[in-house]
Nanobody, 120 residues
């Protein structure tokens, strides 16, 4: 069973920084992609940033130039470094990964979510 464990959420002031991390564990054959989504109350869940195993990266327009996604050498942990935080960044942030648990089985997995609050 694959699990995604997130950490790093919390309270930041506008203009501040936070770093989120997400570690995948369990039955992992290949990680195709890992990324971050967020959802604010009353809003739809949206992509924040995503990186695949080939190094390709996608960012939401709203975070370009402020957030940076990275993965560790083992390809099982993804980070989201958030700079210049704004109140509108306040949301629950969810780690997402596309993983083969064996040669034939592919699924999307989600972390439990971590709250990020940006407020003065």
């Amino acid at each position: 069973q694959v699990q995604l464990v997130e950490s790093g959420g919390g309270l930041a002031q506008p203009g501040g920084s936070l770093e989120l991390s997400c570690a995948a564990s369990g039955s992992i054959f290949r990680i195709v992609a890992m990324g971050w989504y967020r959802q604010a109350p009353g809003k739809e869940r949206e992509l924040v940033a995503r990186k695949n195993s080939g190094g390709g990266t996608d960012y939401a327009d709203s975070v370009k130039g402020r957030f940076t996604i990275s993965r560790d050498n083992a390809m099982n942990t993804v980070y989201l470094h958030m700079n210049s935080l704004r109140p509108e960044d306040t949301a629950v942030y969810y780690c997402n990964a596309y993983i083969y648990s064996d040669l034939r089985t592919w699924d999307a997995y989600w972390g439990q979510g971590t709250q990020v609050t940006v407020s003065s």
